[in-house]
């Protein structure tokens, strides 16, 4: 050993003389480093696809064969290996969803007995039911949803936060890969343990990863829209619902039911109305034939708050003198509009638009609005469609969209504006890449609003329909999730928004707490004064096409 040491020292000299040697040396060093980095990326993309992360988390692992666990998971199968067809919902995941059977029994009776099978273990941890769903436990073929609670056993853990979104992400994928027309209810992890414990603070974090991580996974694999996240589904910690910061008492779970309910009688009608044909996208662009939008050259001077990158306002061709007036508005308050023609039935190739079944498509008996549809009502849904669909087609993050007989409450609308984005902003609430505010009404009645001072003092959440969008901010995103199910009409636009922000809870639809819009109901409105049934325009055009 020392012979050759000595030797290396005599020939170190020549080894090393020379600048062009010391530069190939570096050159060479810095194209090894650049090929390890390039092999360990391909290798985390190849892991990424492949849903093999290193996370104990997120890798398929069975419980003891002589524990309750494989017991409970042994007759599952046996359930499932009798009736593949049994259950169009199925609830599975952990303790939560096995103790619906027994704490939660008559919830259970209530709400879901009918209709529902619940394949939850209590323990499962998101390694546990990952090796339960790819061996036997989700065999079905006829299920329309899945309610998915997976995660409190990992917390309670050594697991990670990091790890536990690992191993959920793996779970929903896997799910959609076996399920693909499957909709997946997931119920996001509860904040478990005593407030300000660090059970309490682990389960925060594992959200808030879960969120973000959720966004891309679901934008760029899943699909938008095709899974459900439902948040505070669960009471606060209190005596009477979940007194011990980790499970629910029978209050606990009658409350849990009703929430969930109310979010799975709607997922159901979804699945429902997709199996039914209705037009493709392309399909409706060249029906309701839409126009480029117009930016007047005069105006191309005026700006926007960022990050907000277009505004539009919805106008009828033959409505120039509205046009002309709220175009002087938003000259006043210096911001740039573009005008969009507005859609109105008689610029819809009918032909184009109807299909089988088209009758219990566009024909309601609705208890909000006698005259919907009519004429006008449809012809504002399907403007804003139009302009969500514009949205998407040119890859805009966001924009403002006005109806034409909108004004502002305030002189100072746009540095107004300006401020409450600069704040969203620094409050990490809008921004392009995980938004948490997906649509901003600026103004209108807005029904079931909670107050969420947690969030941002001058916003409120919708949780179901409400009244006035005509100024709002909308996202790529929220674009992308809104032309999922524009089909039926059911109701007019702001309510269907509305609706959806109720079933997609991840769709964070808010209003602002102090109007900044209001429209003018001393304007003449065409789609007030058109009310004329939609079916009387109709029924000659649906008897050439049966």
Same mark, same amino acid.
Request: a neutral charge; hydrophobic letters at 40%; proline letters at 4%.
């Given at each position: 050993?020392?012979?050759?040491?000595?030797?290396?020292?005599?020939?170190?000299?020549?080894?090393?003389?020379?600048?062009?040697?010391?530069?190939?040396?570096?050159?060479?060093?810095?194209?090894?480093?650049?090929?390890?980095?390039?092999?360990?990326?391909?290798?985390?993309?190849?892991? %990424?696809?492949?849903?093999?992360?290193?996370?104990?988390?997120? &890798?398929?692992?069975?419980?003891?064969?002589?524990?309750? #666990?494989?017991?409970?998971?042994?007759?599952?199968?046996?359930?499932?290996?009798?009736?593949?067809?049994?259950?169009?919902?199925?609830?599975?995941?952990?303790?939560?969803?096995?103790?619906? =059977?027994?704490?939660?029994?008559?919830?259970?009776?209530?709400?879901?007995?009918?209709?529902?099978?619940?394949?939850?273990?209590?323990?499962?941890?998101?390694?546990?039911?990952? #090796?339960?769903?790819?061996?036997?436990?989700?065999?079905?073929?006829?299920?329309?949803?899945?309610?998915?609670?997976?995660?409190?056993?990992?917390?309670?853990?050594?697991?990670?936060?990091?790890?536990?979104?690992?191993? %959920?992400?793996?779970?929903?994928?896997?799910?959609?890969?076996?399920?693909?027309?499957?909709?997946?209810?997931?119920?996001?992890?509860?904040?478990?343990?005593?407030?300000?414990?660090? =059970?309490?603070?682990?389960?925060?974090?594992?959200?808030?990863?879960?969120?973000?991580?959720?966004?891309?996974?679901?934008?760029?694999?899943?699909?938008?829209?095709?899974?459900?996240?439902?948040?505070?589904?669960?009471?606060?910690?209190?005596?009477?619902?979940?007194?011990?910061?980790?499970?629910?008492?029978?209050?606990?779970?009658?409350?849990?039911?009703?929430?969930?309910?109310?979010?799975?009688?709607?997922? =159901?009608?979804?699945?429902?109305?997709?199996?039914?044909?209705?037009?493709?996208?392309?399909?409706?662009?060249?029906?309701?034939?839409?126009?480029?939008?117009?930016?007047?050259?005069?105006?191309?001077?005026?700006?926007?708050?960022?990050?907000?990158?277009?505004?539009?306002?919805?106008?009828?061709?033959?409505?120039?003198?509205?046009?002309?007036?709220?175009?002087?508005?938003?000259?006043?308050?210096?911001?740039?509009?573009?005008?969009?023609?507005?859609?109105?039935?008689? &610029?819809?190739?009918?032909?184009?638009?109807?299909?089988?079944?088209?009758?219990?498509?566009?024909?309601?008996?609705?208890?909000?609005?006698?005259?919907?549809?009519?004429?006008?009502?449809?012809?504002?849904?399907?403007?804003?469609?139009?302009?969500?669909?514009?949205?998407?087609?040119?890859?805009?993050?966001?924009?403002?969209?006005?109806?034409?007989?909108?004004?502002?409450?305030?002189?100072?609308?746009?540095?107004?504006?300006?401020?409450?984005?600069?704040?969203?902003?620094?409050?990490?609430?809008?921004?392009?890449?995980?938004?948490?505010?997906?649509?901003?009404?600026?103004?209108?009645?807005?029904?079931?609003?909670?107050?969420?001072?947690?969030?941002?003092?001058?916003?409120?959440?919708?949780?179901?329909?409400?009244?006035?969008?005509?100024?709002?901010?909308?996202?790529?995103?929220?674009?992308?999730?809104?032309?999922?199910?524009?089909?039926?009409?059911?109701?007019?636009?702001?309510?269907?928004?509305?609706?959806?922000?109720?079933?997609?809870?991840?769709?964070?639809?808010?209003?602002?707490?102090?109007?900044?819009?209001?429209?003018?109901?001393?304007?003449?409105?065409?789609?007030?004064?058109?009310?004329?049934?939609?079916?009387?325009?109709?029924?000659?055009?649906?008897?050439?096409?049966?």
């Amino acid at each position: 050993m020392m012979r050759v040491k000595r030797k290396l020292l005599q020939i170190r000299p020549y080894l090393f003389r020379g600048t062009t040697f010391r530069l190939a040396v570096l050159t060479f060093l810095l194209l090894m480093v650049v090929v390890a980095f390039t092999i360990y990326d391909k290798g985390k993309v190849a892991l %990424i696809l492949t849903n093999k992360f290193t996370s104990t988390s997120a &890798t398929p692992r069975a419980q003891a064969t002589s524990s309750p #666990w494989m017991n409970r998971y042994l007759n599952i199968s046996k359930t499932v290996e009798a009736d593949r067809e049994s259950g169009e919902v199925i609830f599975l995941g952990d303790n939560l969803i096995e103790h619906w =059977l027994d704490v939660g029994k008559t919830s259970w009776q209530k709400h879901f007995e009918s209709k529902a099978v619940n394949f939850g273990i209590a323990g499962d941890k998101t390694q546990n039911l990952l #090796w339960r769903i790819t061996n036997g436990n989700l065999n079905t073929c006829c299920t329309k949803v899945i309610v998915l609670s997976i995660g409190h056993n990992n917390m309670i853990g050594s697991d990670s936060p990091s790890d536990i979104v690992d191993g %959920i992400l793996v779970i929903l994928r896997t799910i959609r890969s076996s399920l693909p027309k499957t909709r997946i209810m997931l119920l996001a992890p509860f904040p478990i343990g005593k407030v300000a414990s660090p =059970l309490r603070v682990k389960s925060r974090e594992v959200n808030s990863i879960l969120k973000k991580r959720l966004f891309d996974v679901e934008y760029n694999e899943l699909g938008v829209g095709k899974i459900t996240v439902v948040n505070d589904t669960i009471p606060p910690v209190h005596v009477k619902t979940y007194p011990d910061g980790v499970s629910l008492t029978p209050e606990g779970y009658r409350i849990l039911s009703e929430n969930v309910a109310d979010v799975l009688d709607r997922l =159901l009608k979804t699945v429902e109305r997709e199996s039914t044909p209705r037009p493709s996208l392309v399909e409706v662009k060249s029906a309701i034939q839409m126009k480029e939008p117009y930016l007047d050259p005069a105006d191309k001077h005026l700006s926007l708050p960022y990050p907000l990158e277009k505004a539009f306002v919805i106008n009828l061709d033959s409505r120039v003198d509205r046009w002309n007036m709220v175009r002087e508005r938003f000259q006043e308050a210096g911001l740039r509009v573009e005008r969009f023609s507005a859609i109105t039935v008689d &610029t819809i190739i009918w032909d184009k638009l109807l299909w089988s079944e088209r009758a219990k498509l566009w024909m309601f008996d609705r208890q909000t609005h006698e005259d919907f549809p009519s004429l006008g009502a449809v012809g504002c849904y399907m403007s804003h469609v139009a302009v969500w669909q514009h949205i998407v087609d040119n890859n805009i993050s966001s924009a403002l969209i006005f109806e034409d007989d909108v004004f502002f409450t305030t002189d100072s609308f746009f540095r107004d504006l300006q401020n409450l984005f600069k704040e969203l902003m620094e409050d990490k609430l809008f921004n392009s890449k995980c938004p948490v505010v997906d649509v901003l009404t600026l103004g209108g009645y807005l029904r079931k609003m909670d107050v969420e001072t947690s969030l941002h003092p001058k916003l409120r959440r919708a949780d179901g329909p409400f009244f006035g969008l005509y100024g709002y901010v909308v996202t790529n995103y929220a674009a992308k999730i809104l032309l999922q199910n524009i089909f039926p009409i059911e109701v007019q636009v702001d309510a269907y928004v509305g609706m959806e922000a109720k079933l997609i809870q991840q769709l964070g639809v808010y209003g602002v707490t102090k109007a900044m819009v209001e429209v003018n109901m001393e304007l003449s409105s065409n789609v007030q004064t058109d009310k004329k049934p939609i079916i009387e325009q109709c029924y000659s055009e649906w008897d050439n096409f049966d």
